[in-house]
């Protein structure tokens, strides 16, 4: 793995990340920026007299050049991180610059692969660098003794018995089979037997070929069922490794994290957990989050159900023309080809009736106060295209504001509506929860009856 080293500077989401020009633009007047940054994870571009280089919408550890790193910070104050992503199963976007992380108890399923591929990725070091062999005592008793003459012992079990052929004796062995090797070993037959059992979606054969290629490497290597090696002062990284092994650290590490079925927190400071740094695209999980969420509230089965717009429950932009609109045109027009245009709300609330109450879309973008003209002017039109009275966006709340619902007025008989979900609340869950319970409590009023 490439470790970036130096100045790490901090930005916000969207926001201006302080470093020089000469941090970022080689003597040949070329971008430093290391392949596949540029456009992914930041902006650059000249404003003002000035280069500037901007962050886009992805938070974590992002490597810039060789040597400089940036942490990105959430644009809103958000401390459901790991809740959110293990709710949606969202698998963020992995980078090779190491990050520390703090461990927890349970693991979500996202993170097995993340874990394998850093494991599989310091094991072909060790590989390379040779594994791990200590000296064992090892005793038996031959007519071919060789290594240390137990004369004690010999004396008394064969001599004593006018046996004179055969002698104890102990001999010290080099061998792979340590604490150290058994602890990885069980760790990628812990994978092995997950990935087979798991479903072939992308990267599963793969991580499969790669793990047997590993279990091989460890053949000399004993299983250890009970996993006594947790109990060893080295593997559990109370006692150093040599220095010539150093490099056993973070495979020895992973591997205790996979047996002991623990996770990472993407909360917070770091922790002594090297992992390649995990990116979450936030206004994609913000999105995700809230429509799972509001999904398992309004569940239809003869209620209210809550669609995802952009599959499910998306419907073409335009309408055909009745038949006797056609007629009272008059030939008056010339028709246009189907455009392919969709209406894609990502919230879509469906009565048992068929009809839509309520339509709107999630938007990771701050409100002062009131939402920004182009995401009203967007839920107004699906709120024509579906007929529905009531039109939402939903924004996170900042810190200085009110969360909950807020009403703009209304556009004809569609209200407008915005609803402010603290990201930061303590148990987010409940949060949207009380979204949900809102929103039936605004159906019920909206239109007046």
Known sequence: MDVSVGRAPTAHEYGRIDVAPADVVGADGRLLLLPGVLNNYVRVDYRDGELRVSALGYCGLIPLTATMSVAVRPRFPLRNLSRMVAACGYPPAVVQVLRGYATTDGRDDWLVDVL??????????????GLLRKYVERS???????????????????????????????????????????????????????????????GVRHRISRIATALHRLAEVSADRRLDCLTDPVVRGARPLPQTRAYYRGALDLAVLIVLNRGVSLEGPGGALLLPSLLIKTEDLFEDYVRQRLQASFPGRGDLELLDGNTTGRVTLFEDLEEQQVVALGGLGIPLPPSGAYAKP???????RGTYPLVGDVKYTAVTPATGRDAVEQVILYGQRYRSPITMTVHPRQSNQTGGLHI??????????????????????????????????????????
Do not use: C
Request: proline letters at 4%; charged letters at 30%; a negative charge.
């Open 116 to 129: 394998a591929d850093a494991l599989l990725d310091e094991f072909e070091v060790i590989s390379g660098e």
């Open 140 to 202: 038996d008793s031959s007519t071919a003794p060789h290594g240390r003459i137990a004369a004690g012992r010999t004396m008394s079990s064969f001599v004593s018995r006018g046996i004179t052929y055969k002698a104890h004796h102990s001999w010290w062995e080099r061998t792979a089979d340590n604490p150290e090797n058994r602890v990885i070993r069980a760790a990628f037959s812990w994978l092995h037997q997950h990935y087979v059992r798991a479903e072939r979606r992308s």
């Open 346 to 352: 990502d919230l879509v609330l469906r009565s048992p």
């Open 408 to 449: 703009a007025g209304r556009v004809g008989g569609t209200l407008v509506a915005q609803y402010r979900v603290d990201l930061d609340a303590e148990d987010l869950d409940a949060e949207v929860d009380e979204m949900a319970a809102v929103i039936r409590r605004l159906l019920d009023v909206y239109p007046p009856r």
